[in-house]
């Protein structure tokens, strides 16, 4: 089972940017859907974004038009710019493959506060 590692959290302002980075423990040149995933205290985990091996992707209305998905299959990496954050975006990020899940890993923080 591949294993995934978030990191790129930080604290910043609202408006400033952020790219987090999830590198997988093998290769997802075959993994045809992952995603990037948030949960906020007192909240049930949501998909932010997602996207195929085909790079098609989908974003969370909330998110739209601020965040962008990417994949590195050479690097074995996926990351999610952040442009435009808010104090509603602050939660820990996850990374996960979607059908099936792999096993959760910590996460990363983000924190948008003035």
């Known amino acids: 089972q591949v294993q995934l590692v978030e990191s790129g959290g930080g604290l910043v302002q609202p408006g400033e940017s952020l790219r987090l980075s999830c590198v997988a423990s093998?290769?997802?040149?075959?993994?045809?859907?992952m995603g990037w995933f948030r949960q906020a205290p007192g909240k049930q985990r949501e998909l932010v974004a997602s996207?195929?091996?085909?790079?098609?992707?989908y974003y969370a209305d909330s998110v739209k038009g601020r965040f962008t998905i990417s994949r590195d299959n050479a690097k074995n990496t996926m990351y999610l710019q952040m442009n435009s954050l808010k104090p509603e975006d602050t939660a820990v990020y996850y990374c996960?493959?979607?059908?099936?899940?792999?096993?959760w890993g910590q996460g990363t923080q983000v924190t948008v506060s003035s």
């Open positions: 996960n493959t979607i059908g099936p899940y792999a096993s």
């Open positions: 093998r290769t997802i040149f075959s993994i045809d859907l």
């Open positions: 996207i195929t091996r085909n790079r098609s992707t």
